[in-house]
T-cell receptor, first 112, second 114 residues
Framework: RKEVEQDPGPFNVPEGATVAFNCTYS??????FFWYRQDCRKEPKLLMS???SGNEDGRFTAQLNRASQYISLLIRDSKLSDSATYLC?????????????FGKGNQVVVIP | EAGVTQFPSHSVIEKGQTVTLRCDPI?????LYWYRRVMGKEIKFLLH????????ESGMPNNRFLAERTGGTYSTLKVQPAELEDSGVYFC????????????FGSGTRLTVV
């Protein structure tokens, strides 16, 4: 079973619409959670951390459900510049060492 | 503040050759990480340095890969001899503290083995 599962999409979203996707993680001992954004042929960039209480950053809202082991991201009022791959990333301990586990990413294409 | 710098940005080599990738972390960051994305797969952990010591190298695929971080500054990742399946994008990242806070990635080295 993969450490982090994401439906790669693509998610074709009309400009101005709302899009939501989530990921599941397998390691119940995971400690911290992130959404990274990756543009084509670029490095992943931290979009936001995800907390149990949920958190919002402008048009982006992230939620964490520890009981069900899933993380969600919602983008409101989509802009063309939001087109990218959104990576679900989980930090977990493996034999006492921290490392990040990545999902394959959700590809979002915002259409004019 | 300069970010994480990786060199070269692209490398095309023939199977059996040697390639060395370099990563310069953000100044003062003790933690340095190497990750790799093979086409069609997710980004995967390779190894983690704390200063010059290998904290965790359990993600290294095999003994053709050798990572070093002399003096606790920049790091090199050597692949010798390269195989076709080593093609991918190699990312380096650094952080002051551990991964609990997330970290900054370099722009990556795109390695193609032909």
């Amino acid at each position: 079973r993969k450490e982090v599962e994401q439906d790669p999409g693509p998610f074709n979203v009309p400009e101005g619409a709302t899009v939501a996707f989530n990921c599941t993680y397998s390691n119940s001992a995971s400690q911290s959670f992130f959404w990274y954004r990756q543009d084509c042929r670029k490095e992943p960039k931290l979009l936001m951390s995800v907390y149990s209480s949920g958190n919002e950053d402008g048009r982006f809202t992230a939620q964490l459900n520890r009981a069900s082991q899933y993380i969600s991201l919602l983008i409101r009022d989509s802009k063309l510049s939001d087109s990218a791959t959104y990576l679900c990333v989980v930090n977990a301990l493996y034999y006492g060492n921290n490392r990040l586990a990545f999902g394959k990413g959700n590809q979002v294409v915002v259409i004019p | 503040e300069a970010g994480v710098t990786q060199f070269p940005s692209h490398s095309v080599i023939e199977k059996g050759q040697t390639v060395t990738l370099r990563c310069d972390p953000i100044s003062g960051h003790d933690n340095l990480y190497w990750y790799r994305r093979v086409m069609g797969k997710e980004i995967k952990f390779l190894l983690h340095f704390v200063k010059e010591s290998k904290q965790d190298e359990s993600g290294m695929p095999n003994n053709r890969f050798l990572a070093e971080r002399t003096g606790g500054t920049y790091s090199t990742l050597k692949v010798q001899p390269a195989e076709l399946e080593d093609s991918g994008v190699y990312f380096c990242a650094s952080s002051q503290r551990d991964t609990f806070y997330g970290y900054t990635f370099g722009s990556g080295t795109r390695l193609t083995v032909v």
